[in-house]
């Protein structure tokens, strides 16, 4: 293989063939795995602690963020050791392939406590930092592939559509199947459930590792240290801010998504009538990641980002009254918030793309790993801090948690804050990040004019 930064891709003195959609179909398969994995815990890890483990809302809220917030630091570090294997083997299925064997159980033992009260928030914690550090040695690399699989931006587009496509999936996977076979909240239930899909997560999460076994990845050959990686990605401005707009992103979304249990308990009837409108959405968006996919090549990724935004925000201003409605106008109005994730992540992850050719072709050689390190950690954080920004609105306004043994009746204040912590505070402040999306289109364009070959809008 020969490569020269800023150069058509050559392979033995030919142009590299376009990708099949067999091969971006195996990698993209990945994210099945990687959000139901992030969705399971986001809709159901909470209420989980609080309504089945009797743990109160302050301590479990801390409990889901703290093993993820341990990320931050980790998922940058395994950013330089999978750059370090690429180096030293041409490839990263190593650390991948770790992630996938080991993420399933540990899954599987998060929602298997068999104490209550604290011990249990223990429990819980100790196994979810296992599975969260198993997430990261397989996403690190797995975000890390497609800036060394093509550099041609409408192919990683097309890998980024296939990969949100298989991202709906597993929301739709996991939102649907997760309430369902926790209808009746007990312990037991939860465990039951945590066996069936982590059966299902060793699966599919070993089918990337083998699609990608033949992919030659191209870093530099001397690995960065984490001090040097963390000044990588802190030197490419593009970055930093795509990586701003995605943390904010998901602490808002998930916020979402961590009431929709809660608002189904309490205003919708149940676990049922919660599948039912993660049903809606998931499939909503899972059907229109085609047509996303069309749209960014024609407009462009910036567009579609901004459109995706200001979907999320009206779809959560819309969700705190269609809650009167029922779960007939609950699921209508999930069509919004779903047509806007689609738009929002298959853009913001083909700009994530572009910003690893920024760092290329700014220093001569890739970072991939490293930058991947970074924004996997970005991402965790967000889905950390969503669903602990959620149960300081449950304190703020007096949730008390419970059993089924010692059930609890929630005052009015608790039930006004499960709903606006739910819908209208996260679809407000979603507005607030489309001057952050022009903020990066200005920084890309800038290092364009600086001679530096960047697609800020690809």
Same mark, same amino acid.
Request: hydrophobic share 55%.
């Given at each position: 293989?020969?490569?020269?930064?800023?150069?058509?891709?050559?392979?033995?003195?030919?142009?590299?063939?376009? /990708?099949?959609?067999?091969?971006?179909?195996?990698?993209? =398969?990945?994210?099945?795995?990687?959000?139901?994995?992030?969705?399971?815990?986001?809709?159901?890890?909470?209420? $989980?602690?609080?309504?089945?483990?009797?743990?109160?809302?302050?301590?479990?809220?801390?409990? *889901?963020?703290?093993?993820?917030?341990?990320?931050?630091?980790?998922?940058?570090?395994?950013?330089?050791?999978?750059?370090?294997?690429?180096?030293?083997?041409?490839?990263?299925?190593? +650390? &991948?392939?770790?992630?996938?064997?080991?993420? @399933?159980?540990?899954?599987?033992?998060?929602?298997?406590?068999?104490?209550?009260?604290?011990?249990?928030?223990?429990?819980?914690?100790?196994?979810?930092?296992?599975?969260?550090?198993? $997430?990261?040695?397989?996403?690190?690399?797995?975000?890390?592939?497609?800036?060394?699989?093509?550099?041609?931006?409408?192919?990683?587009?097309? +890998?980024?559509?296939?990969?949100?496509?298989?991202?709906?999936?597993? &929301?739709?996977?996991?939102?649907?199947?997760?309430?369902?076979?926790?209808?009746?909240?007990?312990?037991?239930?939860?465990?039951?459930?945590?066996?069936?899909?982590?059966?299902?997560?060793?699966?599919?999460?070993?089918?990337?590792? &083998?699609?990608?076994?033949?992919?030659?990845?191209?870093?530099?050959?001397?690995?960065?240290?984490?001090?040097?990686?963390?000044?990588?990605?802190?030197?490419?401005?593009?970055?930093?801010?795509?990586?701003?707009?995605?943390?904010?992103?998901?602490?808002?979304? =998930?916020?979402?998504?961590?009431?929709?249990?809660?608002?189904?308990?309490?205003?919708?009837?149940?676990?049922?009538?919660?599948?039912?409108?993660?049903?809606?959405?998931?499939?909503?968006?899972?059907?229109?990641?085609?047509?996303?996919?069309?749209?960014?090549?024609?407009?462009?990724?910036?567009?579609?980002?901004?459109?995706?935004?200001? +979907?999320?925000?009206?779809?959560?201003?819309?969700?705190?009254?269609?809650?009167?409605?029922? =779960?007939?106008?609950?699921? *209508?109005?999930?069509?919004?918030?779903?047509?806007?994730?689609?738009?929002? /992540?298959?853009? &913001?992850?083909?700009?994530? #793309?572009?910003?690893?050719?920024?760092?290329?072709?700014?220093?001569?050689?890739?970072?991939?790993?490293?930058?991947?390190?970074?924004?996997?950690?970005?991402? #965790?954080?967000?889905?950390?801090?969503?669903?602990?920004?959620? #149960? =300081?609105? /449950? #304190?703020? %306004?007096?949730?008390?948690?419970?059993?089924?043994?010692?059930?609890? %009746?929630?005052?009015?204040?608790?039930?006004?804050?499960?709903?606006?912590?739910?819908?209208? +505070? @996260?679809?407000?402040?979603?507005?607030?990040?489309?001057?952050?999306?022009?903020? $990066?289109?200005?920084?890309?364009?800038?290092?364009?004019?600086?001679? *530096?070959?960047?697609?800020?809008?690809?």
């Amino acid at each position: 293989m020969i490569r020269t930064v800023g150069s058509p891709e050559v392979e033995d003195g030919g142009t590299r063939p376009p /990708l099949s959609d067999r091969r971006m179909a195996g990698w993209g =398969v990945g994210a099945f795995a990687s959000n139901a994995f992030n969705t399971l815990p986001g809709l159901l890890l909470l209420i $989980y602690m609080t309504d089945a483990l009797g743990v109160p809302a302050a301590l479990a809220g801390v409990v *889901v963020a703290v093993p993820k917030l341990f990320d931050l630091v980790a998922s940058t570090w395994l950013g330089a050791v999978s750059d370090r294997e690429a180096a030293r083997t041409g490839r990263r299925s190593r +650390l &991948m392939r770790a992630g996938a064997l080991v993420m @399933p159980f540990a899954f599987v033992v998060t929602f298997s406590s068999p104490v209550r009260g604290g011990a249990a928030a223990l429990w819980v914690f100790a196994a979810f930092l296992v599975a969260s550090a198993a $997430y990261l040695c397989f996403q690190v690399p797995f975000t890390a592939l497609p800036a060394e699989m093509t550099e041609s931006p409408q192919q990683r587009t097309r +890998l980024m559509t296939w990969r949100t496509f298989f991202f709906a999936l597993g &929301m739709l996977a996991g939102g649907v199947a997760g309430p369902l076979l926790t209808q009746k909240g007990t312990p037991a239930a939860y465990r039951t459930m945590s066996l069936i899909i982590g059966a299902v997560l060793l699966v599919v999460l070993l089918i990337p590792v &083998m699609a990608t076994r033949t992919a030659r990845s191209r870093p530099s050959d001397q690995a960065p240290s984490l001090r040097e990686a963390i000044r990588i990605a802190r030197g490419n401005r593009p970055f930093v801010l795509l990586s701003a707009l995605l943390f904010l992103y998901f602490v808002l979304t =998930v916020m979402i998504l961590t009431g929709l249990p809660y608002v189904a308990t309490y205003f919708l009837g149940g676990k049922t009538e919660q599948a039912t409108v993660f049903l809606v959405f998931a499939l909503s968006s899972t059907l229109a990641v085609h047509v996303v996919g069309v749209l960014a090549r024609r407009f462009g990724n910036i567009a579609l980002l901004v459109a995706g935004l200001t +979907l999320w925000a009206a779809g959560g201003v819309a969700l705190y009254f269609a809650v009167d409605g029922g =779960v007939a106008a609950m699921a *209508v109005v999930s069509v919004l918030p779903a047509l806007g994730q689609a738009a929002s /992540l298959v853009a &913001m992850y083909a700009l994530l #793309t572009d910003c690893i050719g920024i760092q290329a072709r700014t220093t001569g050689h890739d970072s991939a790993g490293v930058l991947s390190g970074v924004w996997t950690a970005v991402d #965790t954080a967000g889905h950390a801090l969503g669903p602990l920004c959620y #149960t =300081v609105v /449950l #304190t703020l %306004t007096g949730y008390a948690s419970s059993t089924l043994d010692h059930p609890v %009746t929630q005052s009015a204040n608790a039930v006004e804050g499960m709903r606006l912590g739910f819908s209208a +505070l @996260p679809g407000f402040l979603v507005l607030a990040l489309i001057p952050l999306v022009l903020l $990066y289109r200005r920084a890309a364009r800038d290092t364009a004019a600086d001679r *530096v070959a960047c697609p800020a809008d690809a």
